[in-house]
């Protein structure tokens, strides 16, 4: 056993999961790692016991069952074919503005995400719907590509999302009052990202052109239950996950285990049901939820040594001390954040932050489930900043060769869609009742 000061800890044990990162190891390996040799080296074998009691109260939290839950439920409904029939639905609605299919697109990805709750499976569900409908009626390939990642990347925010409920156990927040708090935030940045689209295709109509109205001619009656065929489900589904957790029927784990329910139930009723489908779902279900909980195992084993060496006291006198008051101590912290998104997966800078920066947002004046959900819309970057980026990366190995989208045309076409989150933040600080409205609505 040796001493080091908690400054030099910090430096050795920040800068070595981000060499580990940058040198392209697994997350999870840099952070159990140094969790384990910095443990080491300064309480001998008894860190074993500080990292065992502490990923054995991760892996037996009973709220983190809605992880596996939630991702059951995204599975089932990406094989259901419900997508498709939403696409034809809104398409028929506004396939002739300007721009019309990306907005169909957004927009499906906003309503997908009120189902899903996986980033993956709404861009792969939107990259084999809606791309080659763009990309053949000659819409611009950027356009196309940010229209798919942004509106797919909702789903990691618009409830039922497993990034709320893993920050919620962390923070000691309600993930039902979570889940509330980000309903209005995403249709914030649904809004504002359909309404890029729709200012830029109306300036540059050559980037979308509407679709013929021929393709269109369809009598009125028709495309009003085409599209309440296609809502429903869905709003059978939305009731079954946040409508009981709304009403105070049941908490978080108990509608996640709900909504897995009725979206296997969608899946027989559409005919799509059967053995292979099952058995897809539920290798999906084991490969990311695995993933989810080695990540949190070995971040949590980082953070216990961190904070026990003081690690987590550095931190706070750093934030504390930065310009500006609170304000100047919250622009920093989401400056980390957006940085951390450039290199770190999202459940890596949760299980890393979050036990660090909670303890401080009583201390600096801010509502803890505002905080929170600022931190969570920040994160939406992270799927869209590269080297990372993996919104990105999904839809690049989604999206079929034949229609010719580069990397190169997803990475432009996001950017935009990238400061759009940032002015989402800065309207969320400047209205926070957008955040905290519909939580305090709750029935208890």
Not at 70 to 99: H, N, V
């Amino acid at each position: 056993m040796i001493k080091i000061s908690p400054e030099v800890v910090t430096l050795i044990m920040m800068g070595g999961v981000l060499l580990g990162v940058l040198s392209g190891f697994p997350l999870a390996i840099p952070l159990g790692g140094m969790g384990v040799i910095v443990g080491y080296l300064l309480y001998g074998s008894s860190v074993f016991d500080l990292i065992y009691s502490r990923v054995y109260a991760l892996v037996t939290n009973y709220l983190l069952l809605a992880v596996p839950l939630f991702i059951f439920m995204g599975g089932m409904l990406e094989r259901s074919g419900i997508a498709e029939k939403m696409y034809d639905a809104l398409y028929l609605w506004l396939g002739g503005l300007k721009g019309g299919l990306a907005l169909v697109t957004v927009l499906l990805g906003t309503v997908l995400a009120a189902t899903v709750g996986v980033i993956a499976a709404s861009i792969s569900m939107l990259a084999l719907v809606a791309l080659p409908a763009m990309i053949r009626r000659g819409y611009d390939k950027s356009l196309a590509g940010g229209a798919i990642v942004a509106g797919g990347c909702l789903g990691i925010l618009i409830p039922p999302s497993i990034m709320l409920v893993i920050y919620g156990p962390m923070a000691m927040i309600s993930v039902g009052k979570l889940l509330m708090a980000a309903v209005f935030p995403g249709l914030l940045l649904s809004s504002l990202y359909m309404s890029y689209i729709a200012l830029r295709c109306l300036l540059e109509p050559e980037l979308a052109p509407a679709i013929p109205s021929e393709e269109r001619a369809v009598p009125f009656l028709k495309k009003v239950t085409t599209a309440v065929s296609a809502l429903l489900p869905v709003i059978i589904l939305v009731l079954a996950v946040l409508g009981v957790i709304f009403m105070g029927i049941a908490p978080p784990t108990e509608a996640a285990a709900s909504g897995a329910f009725v979206a296997t139930l969608l899946t027989v009723a559409y005919r799509r049901f059967n053995f292979q489908v099952l058995k897809e779902t539920a290798l999906l279900t084991l490969k990311l939820a695995s993933m989810i909980f080695l990540i949190g195992s070995c971040a949590f084993a980082f953070v216990g040594v961190f904070l026990s060496a003081g690690g987590g006291d550095v931190t706070e006198r750093l934030i504390l001390a930065t310009p500006g008051g609170r304000w100047g101590a919250f622009f920093i912290v989401q400056f980390i954040v957006f940085i951390l998104g450039f290199f770190i997966d999202w459940i890596g800078i949760l299980f890393i932050i979050v036990p660090i920066i909670s303890p401080l947002v009583p201390e600096l004046g801010f509502d803890p489930l505002w905080f929170a959900m600022m931190v969570c819309v920040n994160l939406q970057t992270s799927f869209m900043t590269p080297p990372f980026a993996p919104g990105i990366f999904f839809l690049r190995g989604a999206a079929s060769k034949e229609l010719g989208v580069t990397m190169a045309d997803i990475i432009r076409g996001v950017m935009p869609f990238v400061v759009l989150v940032l002015v989402g933040l800065a309207l969320l600080v400047a209205f926070p009742d957008i955040i905290l409205w519909l939580p305090g609505k709750m029935i208890k």
